[in-house]
């Protein structure tokens, strides 16, 4: 099955794909739009979820650290509903919380400029939320990581 990430701000949309057994995530595309322009975004999304045979999406959900739902959150279940809606798939929910600063790290200990990390954070964040939800289900398929 092919699964998609994404990492949802109020101008970027990170993109990651996984691979057809499900195992690796991969970093896929940025979509730029204008702020808040979410339909744009949708637009770009349909030509790539078409294009690579999606069947499933998993979106970042950025709690607050106190496990609280802010305003990005919020932003983030509204985008959940228009996916719904629009692709007929299903969304599941990732919780995200420190996706973009590991997605710096990994992007700086690779000593990428700042202006190339700024490209590339949220596609690359797209691939943690992404390769996280994958982990934990083959970890919750399997049971204990390590009987795997």
């Not at 595309?29 to 702020?35: G, K, Q, Y």
């Not at 499933?56 to 106190?66: A, D, E, Q, S, T």
Request: glycine residues 4%; negative net charge; hydrophobic residues 40%.
């Amino acid at each position: 099955m092919r699964i998609i990430g994404l990492d949802l701000g109020t101008r970027t949309l990170g993109i990651a794909i996984c691979d057809k057994t499900e195992t690796i995530a991969t970093w896929y595309t940025t979509i730029r739009f204008m702020e808040e322009d979410y339909a744009s975004a949708l637009r770009e999304l349909k030509k790539i979820i078409e294009e690579e045979q999606v069947e499933m999406i998993v979106l970042g959900l950025p709690k607050n650290m106190n496990n609280s739902v802010g305003e990005s959150a919020v932003r983030t279940l509204n985008f959940k509903k228009e996916l719904e809606e629009q692709f007929h798939l299903p969304v599941v929910m990732q919780d995200e919380r420190l996706s973009t600063v590991e997605a710096n790290h990994c992007l700086i200990a690779s000593d990428l400029s700042r202006k190339k990390r700024k490209k590339k954070v949220d596609g690359v964040a797209a691939s943690i939320i992404l390769q996280t939800y994958l982990d934990k289900r083959k970890v919750d398929m399997h049971g204990r990581e390590d009987d795997i």
